[in-house]
């Protein structure tokens, strides 16, 4: 078994979007919860990231966000979150927050989420992270981009070997299982790395 004791989720900051994607962020931030694990985030009040901070408070849990500090200049940060790290640029933050996780998920975003869910991946196929990788595809949301990454794959711009980054799942109720059953993946990925 896997231990799991802080994940790092990517979400969406925008406000505008289905309900049926705040449902599911809560149930992720209620599972998580429950099985005792610290919750990292980009400290956002607003969309997914205000939902996730809100349940995991409410359901008493821990959540850390990290934010750059022209962010919370602009008061973006949530406000009832008590732990943060305030840091100096969106590189600074986006290596925060694979500090120390054991997995990472991502649930529906935009260009942010799909660039730092992306970075997780280039990162892991050069074995320089090597934990978890969740893609929850709610609502087929991210179909479009699965299918983009079969065809780097099919068109030998990755391996097969690749695919075995990512592990996609529909529903964040599926969570804690998609952690423990994802394949493992070493540091000597580097030798892989290439095609
Ligand atoms: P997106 O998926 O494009 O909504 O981007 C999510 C990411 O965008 C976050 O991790 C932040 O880098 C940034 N972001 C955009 N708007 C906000 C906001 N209101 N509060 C916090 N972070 C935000």
Redesign the pocket.
Known sequence: MKEIKQVCV?????TQIDRLYLEATEVLAKELVKHNITVVF??????L?GKLADVVLSEGGRIIGI?PQF?RDVE??HKQVKEFHFVGD?HE?KKKFLDGTDALITLP??????E?LLEAITLKRLGLFTKPIIIVNINHYYDPLIDMLEKCISENFMSEQHRQMWTVIEDTAQIIEAIQSSPAWEIGAIQTARV
């Open positions: 990517y979400c969406a900051s925008s980009g400290g956002g009040s607003v969309g990231m934010m962010m973006w940060a969106m933050r975003g935009g260009c942010g989420t799909l730092e």
